[in-house]
């Protein structure tokens, strides 16, 4: 899963030549990485539980910003192989608050985020755990998040681990199989029913939809009313709903304009009765 950071905005307005070019992004080169400035979470600390060579993920989205996918895996992987030990996890974390406390610094998150899916990774309740026992001995203020793509949220495991957090944030950007299918492309096992299934089971989550034109559009009235009907059934606490921040994996994805973000929060508002927030 990818992180949307503080832009001006400016960004939002109505599409035009002057529109900024879309900002091109690195993978993460190691288990630790920020404060970043995020859109949604403040200061925020980033845990990376992935690869530092290559993105790990179940889905291969048309927008994301860590371009496409070739290192696939739809449940979590089985061994750490490649990935960092829970141990090393907490030592990384525990230096980086140690380092911030000394600068006197505080922090509004500490956000499992990094290169890829976080809850492919095999010990995701474990990190979990020891992330929220630093947190509440260096940063008590800070509440431990993560941004997932759902796409292991039928699992019973993966449900009970995300539990464990202060803040779920959970993609959902289609309303239909087929949508999703164009847009996200996830790895075949992975279907929308189970997502949503899932979702439904989770407490008190966050939605977070990226909505995009151009060779596939999830913003048009038809694909909207498709995702309002799902998001009323899910009914979350609330959506973040954004476009484009970086530059996507398919160069022929475009941003869509403020306007078209905020007709779309308002109908999840008025129609699916769930709140909605444009970053
Ligand atoms: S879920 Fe999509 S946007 Fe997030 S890392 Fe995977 S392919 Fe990229």
């Known amino acids: 899963m990818t992180e949307t950071t503080t832009r001006s905005r400016k960004s939002?307005?109505?599409?035009?030549?002057?529109?900024?070019?879309?900002?091109?992004?690195?993978l993460r080169r190691g288990i630790i990485y920020g404060p970043v400035p995020s859109r949604r979470l403040g200061q925020s600390?980033?845990?990376?539980?992935?690869?530092?060579?290559?993105?790990?993920?179940?889905?291969?989205?048309?927008?994301?910003?860590?371009?496409?996918?070739?290192?696939?895996?739809?449940a979590p992987v089985e061994r750490l192989k490649n990935l960092p030990s829970v141990d090393a996890v907490a030592a990384a974390l525990e230096n980086?608050?140690?380092?911030?406390?000394?600068?006197?610094?505080?922090?509004?998150?500490?956000?499992?985020?990094?290169?890829?899916?976080?809850?492919?990774?095999?010990?995701?309740?474990?990190?979990?755990?020891?992330?929220?026992?630093?947190?509440?001995?260096?940063q008590p203020q800070a509440r431990v998040a993560i941004l997932s793509n759902s796409s292991t949220v039928g699992s019973p495991a993966v449900r009970a681990a995300l539990e464990l957090l202060d803040l779920k944030i959970m993609k959902f950007d289609a309303g239909s199989e087929a949508m999703f299918r164009q847009l996200n492309h996830p790895a075949a096992p992975v279907y929308m029913g189970e997502i949503i299934a899932g979702l439904k089971q989770l407490k008190d989550c966050y939605l977070q939809s990226c909505f995009v034109q151009g060779r596939v559009t999830n913003a048009d009235p038809d694909s909207v009313a498709m995702w309002v009907e799902k998001v009323r059934e899910i009914h979350p606490l609330a959506v973040h709903i954004y476009s484009l921040d970086r530059a996507p994996a398919d160069k022929r994805i475009e941003r869509v304009?403020?306007?078209?973000l905020q007709w779309i929060a308002n109908e999840v508002r008025w129609r699916g009765g769930v709140r909605a927030e444009v970053f």
């Open 45 to 74: 600390l980033g845990i990376n539980l992935l690869p530092t060579d290559d993105k790990l993920c179940s889905f291969n989205c048309l927008y994301c910003q860590y371009g496409w996918t070739k290192n696939v895996a739809f």
């Open 12 to 26: 939002f307005e109505p599409l035009s030549l002057s529109s900024p070019p879309l900002k091109k992004i690195s």
């Open 257 to 260: 304009s403020l306007t078209t």
């Open 96 to 138: 980086a608050l140690t380092v911030l406390g000394h600068d006197h610094k505080t922090i509004d998150g500490i956000t499992i985020c990094g290169n890829g899916e976080p809850t492919l990774y095999p010990a995701l309740a474990e990190v979990i755990v020891a992330a929220n026992k630093l947190r509440d001995r260096y």
